[in-house]
């Protein structure tokens, strides 16, 4: 039962009601670009993206060439101010999302979709491997709309890829970005060497690739 719970989607009227307060209140300096979490660096866009849990997809994107910060967070659900323990709990209806901030003219934003689409199983509904429930599923919150056209281009040419190797349906939601709260201090770059230099988050990369 409480399995069941976890992977479907609460509606608006279920959910819990948060605070007024954030869970990071103050500037936090990212542990790789020194900068604080919450910044954009000038001539950077935004991107929103959800790929399982996001201490392995963080790292993923902080490694990227042209990725300029990152940070976790919540979004996409419905309670203000969530806390981990009540986004675990299917309770609030958000997912796992890395903030990437990028400099699109070093990399796209439909090249941070392909690490995206190849760095998980966007066909596994609400979990990545052993990780279950809602706050696990992929999904990609556009900022406007030519992110949102993109988003819709890549993940119907990785399908066509997807289908070639034996695979269902994408599930990966493609949403207008709602507000993004920041996770807690101890998330931020969970797995950089300052905080866990022993860390392990799988990355749930399937081996299909394409490129858009």
């Known amino acids: 039962m409480f399995l069941r719970q976890k992977t479907t989607m609460i509606d608006e009227g279920s959910a819990l009601p948060g605070r007024d307060r954030a869970v990071l209140e103050n500037p936090t300096f990212h542990e790789i670009y020194g ?29 990227t060439p042209g990725v300029t910060n990152t940070a976790a967070g919540y979004q996409g659900g419905f ?3 969530p806390t981990y323990e009540e986004v675990c709990s299917g309770g609030t209806a958000h997912a796992e999302v ?14 941070l979709l392909k ?9 596994q509904g609400m979990r ?12 990609i919150y556009t900022t406007d709309d030519e992110q949102a056209a ?31 709260f920041y996770a807690e ?15 392990y988050c799988p990355i749930h990369a399937t081996g299909v690739t394409c490129n858009p």
């Open 35 to 63: 900068i604080p979490v919450q910044s954009t660096p000038a001539g950077s866009e935004v991107a929103y993206l959800a790929l399982g849990c996001f201490w392995g997809a963080e790292k993923l994107y902080w490694q």
């Open 79 to 81: 309670t203000p101010n």
């Open 98 to 111: 890395v903030r990437v901030t990028y400099d699109p003219t070093k990399i796209t934003f439909a090249g």
């Open 115 to 123: 690490i995206f689409f190849e760095n998980h199983d966007p066909t």
């Open 128 to 139: 990545q491997g052993n990780d279950v429930g809602t706050q696990y599923r992929s999904a």
């Open 150 to 180: 993109d988003a819709i281009r890549v993940r119907d040419e990785f399908q066509a890829e997807f289908t070639k190797s034996g695979y269902g349906e994408i599930t990966t939601a493609i949403r207008p970005a709602g507000e993004f």
């Open 185 to 199: 201090d101890y998330h931020q770059q969970y797995l950089s060497e300052g905080k866990n230099p022993n860390g």
